[in-house]
């Protein structure tokens, strides 16, 4: 066997593992830079979001098809209205292999949104935060720091929400304050990750 | 025990000492756990491959526990009907839990809530295999083969 062909091997395996054991992001971990180019082209670095930003970068990671997140297209641009006047960055990230950037674009038209949706090819950003699921929301502090992880609410109908787990992180966050409740769990689709 | 039964043999759990016991149930025979919902397409997809696998080795100390985590208000308009078409004629579960991040913490603590999500657990309720997202018949029977002849 060439040298080549047993560094490849090697290398592959590598890659294998690093994608098996990606690990979800919590509290308290740091987040490593990324650029990411939506589909209008436009480029997005998250050191220069965190660098612009008074608060902190939303990340949600979304989807045009999942069940669990279309009842909150109903008040999502609210809630991203809200907080991008107190200085957050919003983004909205598909890591789903099995929808399109088109598919992307047109969803996001479609719902008006006013913030961001980034095609994330390869799921390369899914990966560097561990994200499993749509949705599922980090909060990153200025020092991309994870200061929130988990749901937008306990309920994705809206007049069933009787906690509002996102934007109580995002208050104390703009109020100065430690986050009392900085990670939630709830059910929603899986990411399908790239083969 | 069980907060109501459907026609269609669906046992609700309100609470995870109920599905405790449910668990308890199973043992003394492999069993496999699937957490899925009408709403999930991956869910969808692999539902008739575990019916099918269901289906050959249920004479063969093999349990299957479906839980759907549809909405209550979707039990009889969507869970029903869909397990009616697939065939299911043999109990199923619905969690309607109050607080359902509970039963994620409960069954496994780095579990996030993605679904599709199986566990397989040996006759002695040993965990023997855990499947993250939509599987094949070929992947589910490789691991029940393992501990059933």
Avoid at chain 1, 36 to 50: E, K, R, W
Wanted: glycine share 4%; proline share 3%; hydrophobic share 35%.
């Amino acid at each position: 066997m060439s040298r080549k062909l047993i560094i490849s091997i090697f290398l592959a395996f590598f890659a294998l593992t690093i994608n098996l054991f990606s690990v979800t992001k919590g509290p308290g971990d740091k987040v490593d830079n990324f650029s990411i180019t939506n589909y209008d082209g436009s480029s997005y670095n998250l050191s220069d979001a965190l660098s612009k930003s008074d608060k902190g970068v939303i990340v949600m990671f979304w989807s045009t098809e999942c069940p669990n997140v279309q009842p909150y297209n109903d008040r999502i641009n609210d809630y991203a209205k809200e907080y991008i006047s107190q200085g957050f960055t919003v983004w909205a990230i598909n890591s789903n292999s099995t929808e399109s950037t088109d598919a992307v674009s047109e969803h996001a038209k479609k719902n008006s949104y006013i913030f961001p949706v980034l095609k994330d090819n390869n799921n390369k950003v899914a990966d560097l935060f561990g994200a499993v699921k749509t949705p599922e929301v980090f909060v990153l502090g200025k020092d991309n720091t994870v200061l929130y992880h988990g749901r937008i609410s306990d309920n994705k109908v809206s007049s069933e929400q009787t906690t509002h787990d996102l934007k109580n992180a995002l208050d104390e966050i703009a109020a100065g304050k430690e986050v009392s409740v900085k990670e939630t769990k709830a059910f929603g689709c899986g990411i399908k990750r790239a083969q | 025990m069980f907060a109501s039964l459907h026609s269609q043999e669906v046992r609700q759990f309100k609470s995870i000492d109920e599905f405790k016991l449910i668990m308890d149930s199973t043992k003394g025979k492999v069993t496999l756990v699937n957490f899925w919902a009408t709403w999930c397409p991956p869910c969808v997809k692999e539902f008739p491959e575990l019916v099918k696998l269901y289906n050959n080795y249920k004479d063969k100390d093999f349990r299957l526990l479906f839980v759907s985590l549809d909405d209550n208000t979707e039990v009889e308009s969507k869970l029903i009907p869909f397990l009616k078409k697939q065939g299911v004629d043999f109990l199923s579960y619905h969690a309607d839990l109050k607080k359902p991040e509970d039963l994620i913490d409960f069954i496994d603590k780095s579990w996030q809530g993605e679904i599709p999500y199986t566990k397989i657990y040996d006759k002695e309720g040993k965990l023997l295999t855990t499947f993250l997202g939509s599987k094949n018949y070929e992947q589910f029977e490789a691991e029940i083969k393992k501990t059933i002849d």
